[in-house]
Nanobody
Framework: QVQLVERGGGLVQAGGSLRLSCAGSGIFFGGDAMGWYRQAPGKQRELVAA???????IYADSVKGRFTISRDNAKVTVYLQMNSLKPEDTAVYYC?????????????WGQGTQVTVSS
């Protein structure tokens, strides 16, 4: 029903920037919430940034002021602009779509894109 494809990962030096994109296809509802998560080796997947109800955004404390999430509703695409990257930002970044239908929450994930920040 929903497919998410991330692009834009790569290798960058500390202090550099990358822009990730996530293009969605399939069936979408107005209440769907999209965002970005990441998972570093040996760690749990964590929220990086996401759109929540009312068009508001939330960010992990570790990325506030450096990362910006944005979207193009017409293209069903969400972006993550990452500036001032640090080695600790190294992880696989996943696009997420969260949906609630009849009280049941569904999560859809992209395949992930590797971001590596060298010191």
């Amino acid at each position: 029903q929903v497919q998410l494809v991330e692009r834009g990962g790569g290798l960058v030096q500390a202090g550099g920037s990358l822009r990730l994109s996530c293009a969605g296809s399939g069936i979408f509802f107005g209440g769907d919430a999209m965002g970005w998560y990441r998972q570093a080796p040996g760690k749990q997947r964590e929220l990086v940034a996401a759109f929540i109800s009312g068009g508001n955004t939330i960010y992990a404390d570790s990325v506030k002021g450096r990362f910006t999430i944005s979207r193009d509703n017409a293209k069903v695409t969400v972006y993550l602009q990452m500036n001032s990257l640090k080695p600790e930002d190294t992880a696989v970044y996943y696009c997420n779509l969260a949906r609630v239908l009849s009280g049941v929450k569904y999560n859809y994930w992209g395949q992930g894109t590797q971001v590596t920040v060298s010191s």
